[in-house]
């Protein structure tokens, strides 16, 4: 689902957490501060596929907090997700995530993405429409 309303320190707070459970060494952290307007506005994300590019074979977990942190649109989600297992990159999720390779998971994903982007899409209009009635008064 969505996770917006969940503080950027609260995610991170877990992701350290599931690394100390797990044995993972961090790396390096990529976090966008804001949340996008767009689903193509994710520094962060542009920035960590070139360092995992930069650091090929040294780099072999990408640990989000949820899967839709990735991307909401499943399709970029499974575009950057092969990206990453090219690069020998696997992406853990500390709420376990969607398995995108079997088809349960798959349908999942898809119906929470699309909902995820029912909720981004109405926030988006209703920010838009707040500039509008703010502009003609």
């Known amino acids: ?11 991170r707070q877990a992701c350290d957490n599931y690394c100390r459970q797990h044995g ?20 962060a994300l542009v920035n960590l596929l070139r360092y995992c590019r930069a650091n090929k074979g040294n780099i ?4 989000v907090y949820s899967p839709d942190r990735i991307s909401r649109v499943v399709l970029d989600r499974v575009r950057t997700t092969m990206a990453l297992e090219e690069l020998g990159v696997r992406v853990d999720a500390v709420d376990g995530g969607f398995d995108l ?14 909902l995820g982007a029912r909720e981004l899409n109405a926030a988006w209009r209703r920010k838009q429409e707040g500039i509008l009635s703010a502009t003609t008064e």
């Open 1 to 11: 689902g969505v996770k917006d309303d969940i503080p950027i320190a609260t995610q």
């Open 101 to 114: 390779d079997s088809e349960t998971g798959l349908i999942d994903a898809i119906v929470y993405t699309a």
């Open 24 to 43: 993972i060494v961090v790396d390096k952290v990529f976090a966008d501060t804001d949340a996008p307007t767009l689903p193509v506005d994710q520094t």
């Open 60 to 63: 072999n977990i990408l640990l």
